[in-house]
């Protein structure tokens, strides 16, 4: 499913009709990987649908949300739903299959979010193989296990979504939060976090948890020390149940989540975490005082309950809107980011043109998103480089950067 202002790809142009395609690998639950999923069923595809067991539990509650606001009749839904769920199959990471015709798959894991693979196919009839990265990761996610290193393939379909850029070191992004957080202590304020319901959501909980928990923590920001903890609001109904799918994963966290669940300390709960279920308490919040700290969907600002948020709250200068993840082209998270430095700078939610008053900060440290150096080493982690690399998956920008980087170290990119 497209984001922003990507093209769109009807299906009608595709090399390969719907009816005709045997099985679909889904690396991950993210919606824009997921998202036309229905549709493709609608256009007569009956094939089976092959993912790790962790997106198999994420892949209908996602796809029932999105379809919501889809011009699928809610009649339909239902038998959609029931459909993807008996085609779809859960593999675990790390073990070969075969299929038909001396076809074989392994999936490994991509720490982009849980359950993320990336797979590798082999023709064992002529040794050809192909690797699709889906989108990968980087160290030390909280929750998720590290990206795995992949096998040689004589084609590599890489993503390359920060293709052209670096992201904050990793383990400083906690200090990042606090200090944007101890802000809004300060002043009574309200932090607008627009959180994507799978995956930075519940990456965002873990580390508030161990912000107002651990005592080295609390020793960085002495404002934390001492005052009752801000309430943290995440007023997003799928990202409350994504959470719960979450917690009920916990076989396939990292060995840090794990070992903190073990000894009592559930790693995406702690007291002052709150759920906005209703619509009625969403508005209640909206109109009420801070501090407080929200997590709201979407995650680019492109509806959900965060447009409601930010229309309310944005031209306050006590507020503080913090951007977590990536923002496509054309959506207002862009426009919000772009604009927040310029004198007068606005942006237009619900209609209605809002000047941004707000303090804006981007935190890259969290994108779920492998940035350039991570991409270079998970590529040259292979035993011996591909035949040839097909960059997708980013703007034109971060492509050609990415493919010069490549080149110069001498692989041979499409």
């Not at 009709?17 to 609608?42: C, S, V």
């Not at 702690?270 to 209640?284: I, M, Q, T």
Request: proline share 6%.
């Amino acid at each position: 499913m497209t984001q922003g202002n990507d093209p769109e790809s009807p299906m009608e142009s595709w090399p390969i009709k719907p009816t005709e395609i045997d099985y679909l690998f889904l690396t991950h639950a993210h919606i824009d990987h997921i998202g036309r999923l229905p549709e493709l069923i609608r256009n007569g595809f009956k094939g089976e649908i092959i993912c790790s067991h962790p997106t198999k539990a994420l892949l209908v509650p996602m796809l029932t949300d999105a379809m919501k606001f889809s011009d699928i009749p809610v009649e339909d839904l239902r038998g959609i739903e029931k459909t993807i769920d008996d085609l779809s199959w859960g593999f675990e990471c790390g073990d070969p299959f075969d299929l038909q015709k001396g076809i074989s798959f392994k999936m490994k894991r991509a720490g982009h979010i849980l359950g993320s693979c990336f797979v590798r196919f082999e023709d064992k009839n002529n040794g050809c193989s192909v690797l699709f990265s889906g989108d990968l990761g980087a160290k030390d996610a909280p929750i998720l296990p590290d990206p795995e290193a992949p096998e040689t393939a004589d084609l590599v379909v890489l993503e390359s979504t920060y293709g052209d850029r670096l992201h904050d070191d990793r383990t400083h992004r906690i200090k990042r939060l606090g200090q944007v957080l101890t802000r809004s202590l300060s002043d009574g304020g309200k932090v607008f976090i627009p959180a994507f319901s799978l995956g930075r959501t519940q990456e965002l909980i873990y580390e508030m948890d161990r912000l107002f928990s651990n005592p080295v923590c609390q020793e960085m920001f002495p404002a934390l020390q001492g005052q009752k903890r801000p309430p943290v609001f995440v007023d997003s109904p799928l990202g409350l149940e994504i959470t719960k799918i979450y917690a009920q994963l916990s076989k396939y966290w990292d060995k840090e989540a794990r070992d903190l669940f073990f000894s009592g300390d559930h790693p995406i709960d702690f007291d002052g975490l709150y759920a906005v279920e209703s619509h009625r308490d969403h508005l209640k919040l909206c109109d009420a005082k801070g501090p407080a700290i929200i997590l709201a969907g979407s995650g680019m600002c492109t509806g959900g309950r965060i447009i409601d948020h930010l229309a309310r709250g944005i031209e306050d200068p006590k507020n503080d809107i913090l951007f977590v993840g990536y923002q496509a082209v054309g959506t207002p998270g862009r426009a919000i980011q772009e604009h927040a430095d310029k004198p007068g700078g606005y942006v237009y939610l619900n209609g209605d043109r809002k000047t941004i008053n707000a303090k804006v900060h981007t935190l890259t440290g969290y994108s779920a998103h492998a940035d350039q150096n991570d991409l270079l080493n998970w590529i040259e982690s292979m035993p011996e480089k591909p035949g040839a690399i097909k960059l997708v998956h980013g703007e034109g920008s971060a492509r050609s950067t990415l493919k010069d980087v490549l080149e110069k170290r001498g692989y041979t990119v499409q």
